[in-house]
């Protein structure tokens, strides 16, 4: 809905791109694996004819900071901990990648989180209240 409403956007589109990435799996063998961002983004600057291009990334907060290691360790405790630390190690290859990709496209790939949406008035914290809510957590 931003999208559509500002006048600064000149395209935009979700999950458009697909970036390839790989990764070493557990046996030590590389894996080819697909990324697709939240958004591709277009975006009208100062210049006449030209356009910030833009690859967007929307993610919790908590999503982008590496976990901390748990001081209760309980099996289950240690298991969301293990599942965290792998996400958090395959978001950053990920964007390792995108960020390179991206550069070598002349775009910019950025990363959103519900912080830097509060900040600039698109969302509150009310609304994300609702969000949690409506999804059941």
């Not at 990324?35 to 591709?40: C, R």
């Not at 999503?63 to 630390?85: C, W």
């Not at 519900?114 to 509150?124: F, P, V």
Request: aromatic residues 14%; glycine residues 2%.
């Amino acid at each position: 809905r931003w999208c559509d409403m500002n006048d600064k956007v000149h395209k935009w589109s979700t999950e458009s791109l697909e970036i390839p990435y790989q990764l070493v799996n557990s046996s030590g063998n590389i894996e080819n694996h697909r990324y697709l961002p939240d958004f591709y983004v277009e975006m009208i600057t100062n210049e006449q004819d030209k356009y910030e291009r833009m690859v967007i990334e929307l993610k919790p907060l908590k999503e982008t900071i590496a976990p901390t290691q748990p001081t209760k360790q309980t099996q289950k405790i240690l298991e969301n901990y293990y599942y965290s630390v792998q996400s958090f190690k395959k978001n950053l290859f990920k964007w390792h990648f995108a960020k390179d990709w991206c550069e070598k496209r002349h775009m910019k790939f950025v990363i959103i989180t519900e912080e830097d949406l509060k900040k600039r008035g698109i969302i509150t914290n009310d609304f994300i209240k609702n969000f949690k809510k409506q999804r059941g957590k």
